[in-house]
């Protein structure tokens, strides 16, 4: 394992460390109002990778055509700390594993690591799968055996594993057996249903740890709220390999939580499951995570919601003030989270005056600006403005409070029209905008796909002409969310841009309850970053 | 007690019912976001006595005048199932019981039951309280003696209960017995940091339990995301009240959720801990909390969210619909919610077949239909369309498909013009339609902010002349997501719309690399779903 690191002894004296199988891009995907494209699942893997994840279950290559295409794409990306995995069930029944087309695509994505679902209840198999106990033995031994031949590891997932348990434990130990009898590298007992009750789990999971001598991973489903603590008991009961999703994706109530499994396993249990150092970055990575599947994180989510450190008593409050400890079970710090206090002016100010050293290192912690930056900030977050993830934007912001900006161009007036139906079939929008630059001014049209992307055009053809550097901009994101969004067709949008030239990456954001405006506001934020940007690299060449 | 029922025996062959103790309404309203008006408060009262949870913590009169104005209110109130409860701590240090101002406001709000707050940890004690370990057991023992002597039953929350024992075990023992020698009628072992694993606090339980021979309660925080597990594991470890918010609201990561707790005790363990029969109330019960609190219920919330029982992938689709059983836990009707399937790329035929026999109950399994109606929703979903969430849209393609459909109207044009800056600050954006209407032609305008809200105007009044029924419309909800964000304002957006009547509600879908034109797709099929409900209303009233 290339993330194998110094075990540490667990609280029942066990040294051994712990893999974290993510399987956001699989089972996550089954959540609802999940959708990935194939630039999402990219982007995750890498987060997932600089996390330090030990397995990123990326896709069921033999039932979606499109998880193929994925894996060619995700095998150019070098991987630091994860393994891919592909995942698929067992051969159908009835015929050879090598004739399988399913298993036939599984082999097609290239990975090292495969993970094969099978049957362990038997009800499922006469019921669901309408087949008999002992071919379904079958299917499990040659499709394991068959992967490992392939030069695949094979970790296999236990499907409804408790519950099989449960109703025919002998059966359900010799599908397991027969997965070992195939070559497996782990036997993952899976909580499919969710109904598992976690000291039940740490039972049943220890009765497997007793009776193979092959690592042992759980996975867990939230159906009784419990899947955290289930897949935790697990990992007491002898588990060294948890399975789940980062942000708790996944079918009905969703998988168990990583984010929240990995803190407790490293900071309350001490057992080392992901690079060492790397827990700091959960918090961040978990809100990029949110991002790329276009969710809000839950403020209340354990470790790394917004609220996760944030007090409102103000007996709470005073006495963090005092000492943090009193209402804090671990430091924010410690999961890259913050500590803040509702309703109160503290909050923010720190990460504010940081920035500002960016453009004054002298500035000292009680400059009266930054107080004033962070009144400005309240204001703007209150008209639904948020600058996490949209640095570029709050750079902008700080340096327009600093006196070090100015502006590069004025607008006049813009304006859109759009039409249905059309002639000209390639564009649905057109867009007109007329700024003043350097005492000069600029009347442009453009036309695109819808009013932003007109807008986009007219705006960088005004300017080129005065700032050649406008040409290199690429708009490589676009997010709408819609704010209080009870209000309909009426309410606020938050638009964020994602802009680069190549060689910088910045984002910006605009609010309005015109989605246009909002785009415009965003739109001139990215223009103008480039400009100052450009104008300061050019002096900083001079010196 | 009222609710007091048979017992039943639990998993250790225990005879006993549980105690839940609702703090909605104190601890609950410390979360972020919350703010309980005096008839917000009274509504929730209500709610809970009629689900039948034994304890209503409504407020702490001590420290809020306006909880003491609702006690006065709530006396009003007839409860059939609930005792109400007020929250206080103990009295200041070095002074006596009977002068503490706030444990007179506490008596003033005159309930029959009163909780009471006290230190547990030394380092609190010292730290926080600044007074000496002997005062504050003091503190503990007058403070519960004087409000036994007023008439009162006093339940103990021992704050920090296992902070505090695994810091100093003898003294936190020491805070109980002043408790008990004080006359509570039951201690209740506070996790107030949220930090203990839920295997510690079954431990640390049984220990109080097997000390003394008082009722012990439990009271845990969710900061390890592990505080339903936390408290069914203290109830395993002979905890008889359970103290929560009914949907987890709560300072930081919130308190344990009892609608999932509830669900727990009574279908999964048989342990009674609400009147017989009511479980099947609680999501109608969490729904109208929700609904009062004015916040989103989130969909994966066990038991309760509108996806708990959602199956999305197109093998557990087909699975459930053999037998439940297969991926369901309990029968969603358990707790009164329902099984949805919701459409995606990997569900399967058989949801779509049940939807063509909305329409014609004799529809075939086999059908040509279903297999026309599969490829047009593959092709749809191909282009970015998503039907999940989008029950309306997918109602209207079932019906086109079926030919049990005409147009209401026919689009000839529309236009928007959005402009900034402009002089009628009230308003962004304007929108021209024309549409064809039983051989007429409407001509309309409207403005708005924005372009969509300006095309929702203009049509409403373009159509409401033929058809006075979409009066009744109103947008509820709108959502928009952008695919493949990664091409910027050139990228495809799938816009959501939420729309009701006043009795019905239904979502539709629009897509298309133009905002506007999608907002419109969307809009349109809104206008369509309630023109031909309508219609088909109207016809049956005439069968």
Same mark, same amino acid.
């Given at each position: 394992m290339k993330d194998q690191k110094d075990g540490a002894q667990d609280k029942n004296g066990l040294l051994r460390n712990v893999h974290i199988f993510d399987s956001t891009l699989r089972d996550g995907a089954q959540g609802e109002g999940i959708s990935f494209s194939v630039q999402d699942k990219l982007h995750i893997v890498r987060a997932l990778d600089e996390l330090g994840v030990a397995f990123i279950e990326a896709g069921n290559p033999g039932s979606n055509p499109k998880d193929l295409e994925f894996f060619e794409e995700v095998k150019k990306i070098e991987l630091s700390n994860s393994h891919l995995v592909a995942f698929g069930s067992t051969r159908r029944k009835d015929i050879d594993a090598s004739s399988d087309q399913n298993l036939r695509s599984l082999l097609a994505a290239g990975t090292e690591y495969v993970c094969i679902f099978g049957k362990t209840w038997d009800f499922h198999v006469t019921e669901i799968l309408r087949s008999t106990l002992v071919e379904n033995l079958a299917m499990i031994r040659d499709t394991v055996a068959f992967l490992v031949g392939e030069g695949r590891t094979v970790f296999y997932d236990a499907e409804h594993y408790f519950d099989a348990f449960r109703s025919n434990p002998g059966y359900a130990m010799e599908t397991l057996r027969a997965a070992a009898e195939g070559g497996a590298s782990a036997l993952v007992l899976c909580d499919t249903n969710g109904g598992t009750l976690p000291d039940d789990i740490q039972l049943m999971t220890e009765k497997v740890v007793a009776e193979f001598g092959i690592p042992v991973g759980i996975h867990c489903h939230n159906d009784t709220g419990m899947a955290v603590a289930s897949s935790i008991l697990a990992v007491k009961g002898g588990a060294v390999q948890v399975q789940g999703t980062m942000l708790g994706f *996944?079918?009905?109530? *969703?998988?168990?939580n990583l984010s929240t499994i990995i803190a407790n396993l490293e900071l309350k249990m001490h057992i080392p499951c992901i690079p060492a150092g790397r827990v700091a970055d959960l918090t961040p990575v978990a809100r990029r995570i949110a991002e790329i599947a276009n969710i809000n994180l839950e403020g209340g989510m354990p470790f790394v919601g917004h609220n996760a450190f944030a007090h409102k008593a103000g007996m709470h409050i005073d006495a963090v003030t005092k000492n943090s400890t009193a209402y804090e079970h671990v430091p924010p710090d410690a999961v890259g989270n913050e500590r803040t206090f509702l309703m109160s002016e503290v909050a923010g100010r720190s990460m504010i005056i940081e920035k500002i050293r960016k453009f004054d290192p002298n500035i000292k912690k009680d400059t009266p600006l930054a107080a004033q930056i962070v009144a400005r900030v309240k204001e703007l977050e209150h008209e639904g403005y948020q600058f996490e993830g949209a640095e570029g934007s709050f750079e902008l912001l700080v340096r327009k409070n600093m006196g070090k900006y100015k502006p590069f161009f004025d607008l006049h007036y813009y304006k859109i029209i759009g039409e249905q139906p059309i002639d000209d079939v390639t564009c649905t929008a057109f867009a007109q905008v007329k700024i003043g630059v350097e005492g000069e001014m600029a009347i442009t049209a453009g036309e695109g796909d819808g009013p932003v992307h007109a807008l986009d055009c007219a705006l960088r053809k005004g300017l080129e002409r005065f700032y050649p550097g406008v040409r290199q901009i690429r708009l490589t994101d676009f997010k709408v969310r819609v704010l209080d969004s009870r209000s309909a067709t009426a309410a606020k949008v938050r638009v964020l841009i994602e802009s680069t030239d190549g060689e910088e990456v910045w984002t910006t954001v605009g609010v309005s309850s015109d989605l246009i405006e909002a785009s415009w506001l965003a739109l001139v934020d990215s223009f103008e970053y480039k400009l100052i940007t450009d104008v300061e690299k050019r002096f900083r060449a001079y010196l």
């Amino acid at each position: 394992m290339k993330d194998q690191k110094d075990g540490a002894q667990d609280k029942n004296g066990l040294l051994r460390n712990v893999h974290i199988f993510d399987s956001t891009l699989r089972d996550g995907a089954q959540g609802e109002g999940i959708s990935f494209s194939v630039q999402d699942k990219l982007h995750i893997v890498r987060a997932l990778d600089e996390l330090g994840v030990a397995f990123i279950e990326a896709g069921n290559p033999g039932s979606n055509p499109k998880d193929l295409e994925f894996f060619e794409e995700v095998k150019k990306i070098e991987l630091s700390n994860s393994h891919l995995v592909a995942f698929g069930s067992t051969r159908r029944k009835d015929i050879d594993a090598s004739s399988d087309q399913n298993l036939r695509s599984l082999l097609a994505a290239g990975t090292e690591y495969v993970c094969i679902f099978g049957k362990t209840w038997d009800f499922h198999v006469t019921e669901i799968l309408r087949s008999t106990l002992v071919e379904n033995l079958a299917m499990i031994r040659d499709t394991v055996a068959f992967l490992v031949g392939e030069g695949r590891t094979v970790f296999y997932d236990a499907e409804h594993y408790f519950d099989a348990f449960r109703s025919n434990p002998g059966y359900a130990m010799e599908t397991l057996r027969a997965a070992a009898e195939g070559g497996a590298s782990a036997l993952v007992l899976c909580d499919t249903n969710g109904g598992t009750l976690p000291d039940d789990i740490q039972l049943m999971t220890e009765k497997v740890v007793a009776e193979f001598g092959i690592p042992v991973g759980i996975h867990c489903h939230n159906d009784t709220g419990m899947a955290v603590a289930s897949s935790i008991l697990a990992v007491k009961g002898g588990a060294v390999q948890v399975q789940g999703t980062m942000l708790g994706f *996944g079918e009905r109530t *969703g998988n168990a939580n990583l984010s929240t499994i990995i803190a407790n396993l490293e900071l309350k249990m001490h057992i080392p499951c992901i690079p060492a150092g790397r827990v700091a970055d959960l918090t961040p990575v978990a809100r990029r995570i949110a991002e790329i599947a276009n969710i809000n994180l839950e403020g209340g989510m354990p470790f790394v919601g917004h609220n996760a450190f944030a007090h409102k008593a103000g007996m709470h409050i005073d006495a963090v003030t005092k000492n943090s400890t009193a209402y804090e079970h671990v430091p924010p710090d410690a999961v890259g989270n913050e500590r803040t206090f509702l309703m109160s002016e503290v909050a923010g100010r720190s990460m504010i005056i940081e920035k500002i050293r960016k453009f004054d290192p002298n500035i000292k912690k009680d400059t009266p600006l930054a107080a004033q930056i962070v009144a400005r900030v309240k204001e703007l977050e209150h008209e639904g403005y948020q600058f996490e993830g949209a640095e570029g934007s709050f750079e902008l912001l700080v340096r327009k409070n600093m006196g070090k900006y100015k502006p590069f161009f004025d607008l006049h007036y813009y304006k859109i029209i759009g039409e249905q139906p059309i002639d000209d079939v390639t564009c649905t929008a057109f867009a007109q905008v007329k700024i003043g630059v350097e005492g000069e001014m600029a009347i442009t049209a453009g036309e695109g796909d819808g009013p932003v992307h007109a807008l986009d055009c007219a705006l960088r053809k005004g300017l080129e002409r005065f700032y050649p550097g406008v040409r290199q901009i690429r708009l490589t994101d676009f997010k709408v969310r819609v704010l209080d969004s009870r209000s309909a067709t009426a309410a606020k949008v938050r638009v964020l841009i994602e802009s680069t030239d190549g060689e910088e990456v910045w984002t910006t954001v605009g609010v309005s309850s015109d989605l246009i405006e909002a785009s415009w506001l965003a739109l001139v934020d990215s223009f103008e970053y480039k400009l100052i940007t450009d104008v300061e690299k050019r002096f900083r060449a001079y010196l």
